[in-house]
């Protein structure tokens, strides 16, 4: 394989990995900062073993999501010192901000909350993890502001001298619109992901019939949080898909499987039949006006004409011989795949809410059980939402302005990157299978479990009663 | 060289003295829950002394990275690329140290907890001896092209006595200055054979730093570029070693802590002075990368301090906080 390919699929890698524990990590310290604070204003201690159950969950996300972190960062320089030294200008100063803002943020304060249990009191306490939720929550927002730039440049210059993209404004690159749709799509979808994680959680813990109080307060917190989320995330994802039909007229294209223009107004295909080989939509199931009515706009453009305005455009500076098409039928399926699980979500939340107040969602076991499948919907959404994002933008690092092919490191052999493409997946499966484990453990042991080990030492007796 | 990527190049470096002063002494830490710790109770006294603030240490490293890449893209670029399999092992040193905080005490029985603690001890090896082997083999000069890449470099390049000596002295100062935070942060056992095992091991630090100065006298130019400047820091670095020395077998802790921290400071200065005015150094000189090269804009360089001046100082304040909070001795029987 040649080291652009290789280089991608480390990237592909590390993001989707990376990306499984961000989302939580965002999700579940929400989640415990909502139910910290709860106990603070009832002073009921349910809430309090709540904080620290779900928050034991949260370090656990935090710890992996912290050190495949550490690999994102240094992989631009690793495997794309190119693309490094063309955005390097632009790309910086975000994550400058990012780790001095954010990062000290949440790993100062992560420390004090998970140990100043007694040192502190409950109204102290709970600003720790308010603090810590503000620095995962702000740690999205520069680098999704880096990120911006890549889908969609703001408030730069081209140095053709030392070809490379230059800052003109800061503030500028701040009030990218991409930005804004961005960030509060993958935030509002990160308090889904927390929401959705305690929720499956609860239902199999009342499944086993056990702690059912806790639980059931629990996943009334987790469902509020995965209904608001998932309304939220939808929005803004709307939102986001106008948007993107304007800037990046071949993304939109591709995930709603249009070869020739539409025609006004547009239908919307629910699925469809793609042959990427001859370029065409084979056969689709749609909906007549259902694409204006989502998109807003008449008539959108196939990807056929969206490659010739691409050409017309990029030809003089990228040359005639550029495949404009991007995976078409990863962003069609995978569109549909994260709108699909991200409705079903909001209607599982509507659902539960609704039974857990009748008090009648313990009985329906099969939903319950669903619950538990829904576990892994957040992740399956986030997961496509992230690869339509950045496949969509191929063939750019940064859209118009600097190829994937032109971002890898010249200097890096295939060898090198194959042994830590290996070294990455084999300590990924290793970190995920552990971390899953851990997880499951930990809940099946519920949030009142006493080591006997450790009882017996300090002289307590396992079984009586105050222990409990 | 403007004056804001002289700062910039200043910042970088204390970036990197921050990450070695604090995180090194948890690698030092990872490195006695092997070596010294004897049963649970010490291994959980030990890790209990860096649980709260390794994270944040960390991040200095993080921010060392990110600060390199927002003000010397170019210099970020050649370094990580140029400098890929060390960097993935440093790396996979990281991520096994880093999850094995959590995973150690999320584990249900021995057997786990060994496993974790042994990719504590090697995590923590790694990262030190491997960083101490890139800077050496960073201020030893690098087959650099026209482009500003790293083409072409041998093995020899990144492994080679003088950079093995620099990983070893790496690993060894870490470990000392674990050993004299553990002396600052325990009572008990734990406290008393750091002490002892510190004692033991300045003989082979004096040894490494000898070594250290002949290696960089005859694999470097610092002493034919920089004569003045090189020789005064080497004597620095000599003079924090024999404070740390002393601070050991008179028992002063404060001072043994802070000084092998400072010999940290004192390496990295060196380094820095050296590299000055480049960032990379090429074999062929006429393919050094100098400051003035691989910088920013000026633009960029001044929102980044802007930002800087507003935001490490609140970052010190709570981390130093934090510290305070956590300054008491840790116990063994809690």
């Not at chain 1, 495949?68 to 631009?76: K, S």
């Not at chain 1, 070869?259 to 107004?265: F, L």
């Not at chain 1, 259902?290 to 706009?297: I, R, W």
């Amino acid at each position: 394989m040649d080291i652009t390919s290789l280089a991608r699929f480390q990237f592909g890698m590390t993001t989707v990995f990376h990306f499984f524990f961000v989302p939580m990590s965002i999700g579940l310290a929400f989640a415990v900062a909502i139910m910290e604070t709860m106990y603070v204003v009832k002073k009921d201690k349910i809430y309090k073993d709540m904080a620290k159950f779900w928050g034991n969950l949260f370090l656990l996300s935090f710890a992996v999501g912290v050190v495949t972190g550490i690999i994102q960062e240094f992989q631009f320089g690793m495997n794309w010192s190119e693309y490094s030294r063309f955005m390097g200008d632009i790309f910086g100063a975000p994550l400058a901000v990012e780790a001095l803002l954010a990062f000290f943020l949440e790993s100062t304060f992560i420390g004090l909350w998970m140990f100043g249990w007694d040192k502190f009191s409950p109204k102290v306490h709970v600003v720790f993890i308010w603090l810590v939720s503000l620095g995962t929550v702000l740690s999205a927002l520069w680098i999704l502001a880096a990120n911006s730039f890549m889908q969609h440049p703001v408030a730069y210059k081209i140095n053709e001298a030392s070809n490379r993209a230059e800052l003109t404004s800061f503030s500028g690159l701040l009030k990218n619109h991409q930005l804004w749709l961005e960030f509060p799509h993958v935030v509002f979808g990160a308090v889904v992901t927390g929401g959705f994680i305690v929720a499956g959680a609860s239902a199999w813990k009342m499944l086993k019939g056990s702690d059912t109080e806790f639980f059931k307060k629990s996943m009334n917190i987790g469902l509020i949080l995965g209904l608001v989320g998932s309304i939220l995330t939808i929005g803004a994802g709307h939102q986001q898909m106008i948007v993107v039909g304007e800037d990046q007229p071949m993304k939109f294209a591709a995930m709603e499987g249009i070869y020739e223009d539409t025609g006004s107004p547009a239908p919307w295909n629910i699925v469809a039949g793609i042959d990427t080989k001859n370029k065409e939509t084979k056969w689709e199931i749609s909906v007549p006006y259902m694409l204006t009515l989502l998109g807003g706009q008449e008539s959108y453009v196939g990807m056929d004409q969206a490659s010739k305005d691409l050409h017309d455009e990029y030809d003089a500076k990228f040359g005639t011989d550029m495949n404009y098409y991007v995976p078409v039928k990863t962003l069609f399926w995978g569109f549909r795949f994260m709108a699909g699980f991200g409705t079903l979500m909001a209607l599982m939340a509507v659902v539960g809410l609704i039974l857990l107040h009748k008090d009648k969602l313990e009985k329906i076991r099969w939903l319950l059980w669903l619950f538990v499948a829904g576990i892994t919907f957040p992740f399956i959404s986030n997961t496509f939402g992230w690869l339509i994002t950045e496949m969509g933008r191929a063939p750019w690092t940064v859209y118009g302005l600097f190829t994937i092919e032109d971002s890898v490191s010249p200097g890096v052999s295939a060898t090198s990157l194959l042994i830590s493409n290996i070294t990455y997946f084999v300590l990924f499966a290793f970190l995920g299978f552990v971390m899953f484990i851990f997880a499951k453990r930990f809940v099946k042991k519920g949030p009142y479990y006493v080591d006997p080990s450790e009882a017996r030492k300090a002289g307590i007796d396992p079984f009586a009663k105050e222990v409990f | 060289m403007t004056g804001l990527e002289f700062l910039w190049f200043i910042l970088v470096g204390i970036l990197f003295i921050g990450f070695f002063f604090l995180d090194g002494f948890d690698f030092g830490v990872g490195m006695s829950v092997k070596l010294l710790a004897r049963n649970k109770r010490e291994r959980d006294q030990v890790i209990q002394t860096i649980g709260p603030v390794w994270e944040t240490n960390q991040v200095w490293l993080i921010t060392a990275g990110g600060a390199m890449f927002a003000s010397f893209p170019d210099w970020y670029a050649s370094l990580f690329s140029g400098f890929y399999l060390i960097l993935l092992f440093i790396l996979v040193g990281l991520i096994i140290r880093g999850v094995s905080f959590k995973f150690r005490s999320s584990s249900e029985n021995a057997k786990e907890r060994n496993l974790w603690e042994w990719t504590f001890l090697i995590g923590s090896l790694l990262a030190p001896f491997l960083f101490g082997m890139l800077f050496i083999d960073l201020v030893q000069g690098l087959p650099l092209d026209a482009s500003k890449n790293v083409m072409h470099a041998t093995f020899t390049d990144y492994v080679n006595l003088f950079a093995i000596i620099g990983g070893v002295a790496m690993t060894l100062i870490s470990y000392l200055h674990g050993l004299n935070y553990l002396r600052l942060k325990t009572e008990g056992v734990i406290r008393e054979r750091a002490l002892a095992s510190a004692k033991k091991l300045y003989p082979a630090l004096f040894v490494g730093l000898i070594l250290f100065a002949i290696f960089a006298f005859i694999k470097t130019d610092f002493f034919t570029e920089r004569f003045t400047s090189s020789l005064i820091l080497l004597i620095l670095i000599v003079i924090f070693a024999v404070m740390a020395a002393y601070g050991t077998y008179k028992n002063k802790e404060v001072l043994s802590f802070i000084s092998t921290g400072l010999i940290f400071a004192g390496i990295v200065a060196f380094l820095f002075n050296g590299l000055f005015p480049r960032v990379m150094i090429g074999q062929n000189p006429e393919y050094s990368m100098l400051i003035a090269d691989s910088a920013s804009t000026p633009y960029t360089l001044k929102v980044m301090t802007i930002v800087t001046c507003i935001l490490l100082p609140i970052v010190l304040i709570y981390s130093g906080w934090s510290y305070k909070k956590f300054s008491k001795r840790v116990k063994i029987d809690r």
